[in-house]
């Protein structure tokens, strides 16, 4: 996660104008915090390979004269001998991203004492309303691959479905988990995408709310089935 978008990041900051935000559903308008010049952007090491990339990106930032103050939290998942004071620093960690309103974020580990609660990522995901997950996928020049060409924006929704984390056991051994998927929270999603290839200049957009058996899309002119929806976008990739 944290080297998703860093370039981006830096490029945005360094021409110090505002930019259009797609995290949250809280504004439009990127306004990060901004003292003395310098943006503060609060940084997530995380647990695993997350504290060297958090190095790495902050020698980056700071070669490139990036207007960057980094506020860091090191809440960690492994921790598991002080749980009180890991979810003290769990507690800081949103309340620095809600100020900054900008953060650079590695993957928590989720204590198995947590069990029965949400993992530390879907909380802060469902805390910060963070809704909308962006999965880039691109060739890199002069790298041989199967396919060439490959230009792909994959927009997920990151709250509802099998994110709602409403699980039980009615019975020992069964486990039943809902999975909720509102219209309102499907449309913005929708929105969002569109918004997404608006801004990104892409030359096609599938806008649709996609439900379980269920879509409705305008470039199928009313419903169709999942499969039919489907093999319709993986008829057009083979194409490609």
């Not at 479905?161 to 809902?178: A, M, R």
């Amino acid at each position: 996660m944290l080297s998703r978008g860093s370039a981006r990041t830096a490029q945005i900051l360094r021409t110090a104008q505002p930019a259009r935000a797609y995290a949250t559903v809280g504004s439009d308008i990127f306004k990060p915090t901004k003292f003395g010049g310098k943006y503060t952007v609060t940084l997530i090491p995380g647990d695993g390979i997350g504290a060297e990339v958090a190095e790495s990106v902050k020698t980056i930032f700071k070669a490139d004269n990036v207007p960057i103050e980094w506020e860091q939290v090191e809440v960690s998942g492994l921790n598991t001998n002080t749980p009180q004071k890991t979810e003290d620093l769990f507690r800081e960690s949103v309340a620095s991203l809600r100020r900054n309103k900008l953060g650079l974020k590695g993957i928590l580990h989720t204590p198995i004492e947590r069990s029965g609660h949400q993992s530390f990522n879907v909380a802060m995901r469902q805390e910060l309303d963070i809704y909308a997950s962006i999965s880039l996928i691109k060739n890199i020049p002069g790298y041989q691959t199967r396919h060439e060409g490959v230009d792909l924006a994959i927009i997920r929704e990151n709250t509802e479905g099998e994110y709602s984390g409403l699980e039980h056991q009615s019975v020992p051994g069964v486990v039943e988990s809902l999975k909720i998927i509102t219209r309102a929270k499907s449309e913005r999603i929708a929105k969002f995408a569109f918004n997404f290839a608006l801004a990104n200049n892409r030359k096609k957009a599938i806008y649709g709310v996609i439900a379980d058996g269920k879509v409705r899309t305008r470039d199928m002119g009313g419903d169709a089935t999942t499969h039919q929806f489907t093999k319709a976008i993986l008829d057009k990739m083979d194409t490609l």
